[in-house]
């Protein structure tokens, strides 16, 4: 066989791997549940009360998915994670002796699975959104929101994976990356001493390209916001190939 067969070969077996463990297929499915589900809930109770999810529309489309998010680092440290932690992972490697191979194998798996959340979250908080509050559905700010709600999760999750698999270790992981993405990212980017630097976390950064105004207090724009998030994602990435052709 050649190369090309060996790396699709790869990507079915991690897939078949995926739809046989539930506590990953249905992540996915719950993360998308999340963020339109909760999306349409807020619009529905406080659209006409809250004009913070109502003066910048990007705020309010995407309110789910703080939450479809916490499901996202799960699912993307499990991907790897739980093979290192029950060293599946030296059955994987007998199967794939290529490391470079196997670790792009679910890179790629982890990429696909988040932009099809992405796309499937977006348009289902964009239509439970726009049926409690009126939305712009036209424009630069639509297409650009709309772009990056889609792009978000696949890096979130591209992101948590390569992390993962520097560390080695499921339980580092999640001990990092939950506390981080959902507690001490959005504090400190809250406070006006620390907001400077820490607008540049991978989290911050992307989120910013899922609103429809300017901040400006943001050193950066939009889709710069975006391409700080990928720059993040492709530098776990590359640490994560690292580790994995180091690791014995």
């Given at each position: 066989?050649?190369?090309?067969?060996?790396?699709?070969?790869?990507?079915?077996?991690?897939?078949?791997?995926?739809?046989?463990?539930?506590?990953?297929?249905?992540?996915?499915?719950?993360?998308?549940?999340?963020?339109?589900?909760?999306?349409?809930?807020?619009?529905?109770?406080?659209?006409?009360?809250?004009?913070?999810?109502?003066?910048?529309?990007?705020?309010?489309?995407?309110?789910?998915?703080?939450?479809?998010?916490?499901?996202?680092?799960?699912?993307?440290?499990?991907?790897?994670g739980q093979e290192f932690n029950t060293r599946m992972i030296d059955v994987s490697l007998a199967a794939v002796p290529r490391r470079g191979r196997l670790y792009g194998?679910?890179?790629?798996?982890?990429?696909?699975?988040?932009?099809?959340?992405?796309?499937?979250?977006?348009?289902?908080?964009?239509?439970?959104?726009?049926?409690?509050?009126?939305?712009?559905?036209?424009?630069?700010?639509?297409?650009?929101?709309?772009?990056?709600?889609?792009?978000?999760?696949?890096?979130?999750?591209?992101?948590?994976?390569?992390?993962?698999?520097?560390?080695?270790?499921?339980?580092?992981?999640?001990?990092?990356?939950?506390?981080?993405?959902?507690?001490?990212?959005?504090?400190?980017?809250?406070?006006?001493?620390?907001?400077?630097?820490?607008?540049?976390?991978?989290?911050?950064?992307?989120?910013?390209?899922?609103?429809?105004?300017?901040?400006?207090?943001?050193?950066?724009?939009?889709?710069?916001?975006?391409?700080?998030?990928?720059?993040?994602?492709?530098?776990?990435?590359?640490?994560?190939?690292?580790?994995?052709?180091?690791?014995?």
């Amino acid at each position: 066989m050649n190369s090309p067969s060996y790396s699709v070969n790869a990507f079915r077996a991690e897939r078949i791997k995926l739809t046989t463990l539930r506590s990953l297929w249905l992540a996915p499915l719950l993360s998308v549940l999340l963020t339109a589900g909760v999306t349409a809930a807020v619009g529905a109770a406080l659209g006409d009360k809250d004009h913070h999810i109502t003066d910048d529309p990007g705020v309010g489309i995407f309110y789910g998915l703080n939450f479809g998010q916490a499901v996202l680092v799960a699912f993307g440290v499990l991907l790897i994670g739980q093979e290192f932690n029950t060293r599946m992972i030296d059955v994987s490697l007998a199967a794939v002796p290529r490391r470079g191979r196997l670790y792009g194998a679910k890179l790629a798996l982890g990429a696909l699975i988040g932009l099809g959340v992405g796309a499937l979250g977006t348009a289902g908080a964009y239509a439970g959104y726009a049926a409690t509050v009126p939305a712009d559905w036209h424009g630069p700010a639509f297409a650009r929101a709309a772009t990056a709600g889609v792009l978000y999760p696949a890096l979130l999750v591209v992101l948590c994976l390569g992390l993962t698999a520097v560390l080695g270790n499921l339980t580092a992981a999640m001990g990092l990356l939950a506390p981080t993405v959902f507690l001490l990212s959005p504090m400190l980017a809250g406070l006006p001493v620390a907001r400077h630097v820490f607008q540049f976390l991978p989290d911050r950064a992307g989120q910013y390209a899922l609103r429809y105004a300017d901040d400006s207090q943001s050193a950066y724009g939009h889709w710069t916001g975006l391409l700080i998030m990928a720059s993040w994602t492709a530098l776990a990435a590359y640490g994560g190939l690292r580790a994995m052709r180091r690791a014995k």
